[in-house]
């Protein structure tokens, strides 16, 4: 029995504002994400890069990435949601579009990073992100659509990685400083070059404990309502 004020029709919009929250913080991040690789200029690349293979591999990765932490928040609008077909394509632009080719590239890239931290703080993700992709993809076909919602949380998790680790950085760098000389020492960039690897990595294991957190919870009042 459902109570007035509860229930599917009270989630709705409480998901309607997480999703355009999620939106906006994409939207911020990615610009900001972006913007040094607007110029295709190697010498503006915030990472060190090997070449100029390695360089393109980069910004492909990154403006493929923006496309998916853009699309994914639409795709959990309920309004949006129920128009099927608006659904569908954002959907496939999202997973073609974004995920498939990011993950590709960022495989590579974080490979010739030469940092072992980075290859297997970021090979991970981009394998999972290609795996959770397919999951929902097929949970979706075969038309298991709670199951395909699941999927499309993790992978979204995964997606949002891109803004996670950059909040998480100057989290972990602010703890640091009571316990540390980096002010006096003015080594507060040398500082979050070593600590960038470890919010990446932190970014997507949070984010998916998060979202299974978020999952079970709605599996368990799933039969309530």
């Known amino acids: 029995m459902t109570h007035p004020g509860s229930g599917p029709v009270a989630a709705k919009p409480a998901r309607a504002r997480r999703a355009w929250l999620l939106l906006i913080l994409a939207a911020v991040f990615g610009a900001v994400l972006v913007t040094p690789y607007l110029t295709f200029d190697i010498d503006d690349s915030r990472l060190d890069v090997g070449g100029g293979a390695h360089y393109y591999l980069l910004v492909t990765h990154i403006f493929t990435a923006l496309v998916a932490l853009v699309l994914g928040p639409l795709q959990f609008v309920p309004a949006i949601r129920a128009r099927r077909r608006v659904h569908r394509a954002i959907g496939r632009s999202y997973l073609l579009a974004g995920v498939l080719p ?23 993700p981009a394998v999972l992100w290609l795996v959770t992709g397919w999951l929902a993809l097929r949970a979706a076909r075969c038309r298991d659509f709670a199951r395909h919602r699941e999927w499309m949380m993790r992978n979204y998790a995964l997606t949002f990685l891109a803004v996670s680790s950059r909040i998480l950085v100057p989290l972990i760098l602010l703890a640091q400083i009571p316990f540390s000389d980096m002010v006096e020492a003015g080594s507060i960039a040398a500082g979050a070059q070593s600590v960038i690897p470890i919010g990446q990595v932190l970014g997507w294991v949070v984010n998916l404990i998060v979202t299974e957190i978020m999952i079970r919870r709605g599996s368990h009042l799933a039969p309530v309502r």
């Open 102 to 124: 990011s993950a590709l590239a960022g495989i590579p890239v974080a490979l010739l990073s030469g940092r072992l931290i980075t290859q297997i703080g970021l090979v991970i």
